[in-house]
């Protein structure tokens, strides 16, 4: 499956965004989906997963860095996910990536097959 990113920008700090992620087909009765960061000098950070099977959805993981600031949520007839991030921090500075087929909601990024190519979000 292939993703693609959108959304990324450049905002002033306590700013907004909302990245999105489409999928170019279903991913599956099973599985999960997730956001990814990347900044230079840092390891690339899982920070939210969601489910996007065809079960009931429970509730979606968030790192500690941003809970209560972003927010994950999926579309599946568009076959996409979302993140929408609320004050935004210098700290949130990052190449944004979404990934798809996890088998469950996790923020290990060892668990997913397919990766978008990323958007960039700049907080200044």
């Known amino acids: 499956v292939q993703l693609v990113e959108s959304g990324g920008g450049s905002v002033e700090a306590g700013g907004s965004l909302r990245l999105s992620c489409v999928a170019s087909?279903?991913?599956?009765?099973?599985?999960?989906m997730g956001w990814f960061r990347h900044s230079a000098g840092n390891q690339r950070e899982g920070v939210a997963s969601i489910y996007t099977g065809d079960g009931l959805q429970g509730s979606p993981e968030y790192a500690d860095s941003v809970k209560g600031r972003f927010t994950i949520s999926r579309h599946k007839a568009k076959n996409a996910v979302y993140l929408e991030i609320k004050s935004l921090k210098p700290e949130d500075t990052a190449m944004y990536y979404c990934?798809?087929?996890?088998?469950?909601?996790?923020?290990?990024?060892?668990?997913?097959?397919?990766w978008g190519r990323g958007t960039q979000v700049t907080v200044s």
């Open positions: 990934a798809a087929g996890g088998s469950w909601v996790t923020l290990d990024s060892k668990e997913y097959k397919s």
């Open positions: 087909r279903y991913t599956g009765r099973t599985g999960c």
